[in-house]
């Protein structure tokens, strides 16, 4: 995650069709809501919360599942003269996530989650449709925010904000935020719902509520969105599910690889990277991700071309 020369994000509109299938101009109430089978709360110790945060870790996991990130990639992504590194594999973005609870989880009332995102990327390409503003570096980690509540003690749930690229918060049924057709999710038949849509700016990974949105923004550099590959987040990569736990409380199973939570990048795609600590540091930076690509002449972590330092976050900072 990088500063970012954008002003205030402006007013945003639906697209119409994504993968042939029609995509919703808002969220309905009905599509807002899950039922889980029982309340997401443990009472006391529980083998079923791993990382002491007082949630069922598998009821975690279906929330979720149920409204991950649908991503919409600009046709310019991989293409342009800042680097001749992809800036999307066929396999990216990693998305890992966390569910953490708000607020009381005892009292009477509206109860609170946040579902906090990462997506990760071994190379931030640049401004790919700029020769002035370059900006490319290898590893980029990007954040997004969702926002739950409950009135019930935790059974029903309810999509309630969302605050991508650190914009601000944006109810989730507000006009102006577009979400996919219905798509399955772990908690099966009659659960689908629509998933909210991000679009991903072109070889930077900047974060849009839609595509207009991300070109009419104002600012020196020029993202652009749209166009190229649309990708539903993948929670599931290797068979086991993409949850990262508590900073102080993340344990592995003996014998397993990031079960029941993961720390070793490696195994996703990014060498010598870590969730819970950082491999590799700069100077002027501190810890940084280098997207398994390691610092090296040219290939520091941060190595740009012009526009300004970048310092990219180590992934523990997205869960901060």
């Not at 279906?62 to 991989?78: M, Q």
């Not at 990262?244 to 409380?249: A, M, N, Q, S």
């Not at 690889?257 to 795609?269: E, K, S």
Request: charged letters at 20%; proline letters at 5%.
């Amino acid at each position: 995650m990088k500063a970012s020369p954008r002003a205030t994000l402006v007013a945003v509109v639906a697209v119409c069709t994504f993968f042939g299938r029609p995509a919703e101009a808002a969220l309905s109430d009905a599509d807002r809501w899950i039922k889980l089978p029982e309340s997401i709360y443990v009472t006391g110790a529980s083998s079923r919360d791993q990382d002491g945060d007082g949630l069922k870790d598998d009821l975690e996991h279906r929330l979720a599942d149920t409204w991950r990130p649908y991503f919409v990639f600009d046709e310019g992504e991989n293409n342009g003269a800042n680097t001749s590194q992809l800036s999307l594999q066929s396999w990216e973005p990693r998305v890992l996530f966390q569910v953490r609870p708000e607020g009381c989880t005892t009292c009477a009332g509206a109860r609170r989650l946040r579902v906090n995102w990462a997506f990760l990327f071994r190379m931030d390409g640049g401004y790919r449709g700029s020769n002035w503003c370059t900006n490319h570096h290898s590893g980029d980690s990007q954040r997004g925010v969702y926002e739950l509540v409950s009135f019930d003690g935790g059974v029903n749930w309810a999509l309630d904000r969302i605050d991508m690229w650190g914009f601000g918060w944006a109810w989730a049924n507000a006009p102006g935020l577009s979400f996919s057709a219905k798509y399955n999710n772990i908690g099966g038949t009659g659960y689908a719902r629509p998933l909210p849509m991000v679009w991903m700016s072109a070889g930077k990974h900047h974060q849009y509520y839609s595509g207009d949105a991300c070109e009419n923004a104002d600012g020196f550099c020029d993202d652009d969105c749209g166009g190229g590959a649309q990708r539903i987040a993948n929670l599931t990569p290797w068979g086991y599910f993409t949850n990262v736990g508590e900073p102080t409380l993340h344990p592995l199973w003996s014998g397993y690889i990031n079960q029941p939570f993961v720390n070793d990048l490696w195994h996703i795609g990014y060498p010598n990277e870590y969730t819970w600590w950082a491999a590799w540091m700069r100077s002027d930076c501190g810890d940084i991700f280098t997207g398994g690509m390691n610092p090296g002449p040219d290939n520091t972590g941060a190595y740009q071309a012009g526009g300004g330092d970048t310092c990219t976050s180590p992934v523990y900072q997205l869960f901060d």
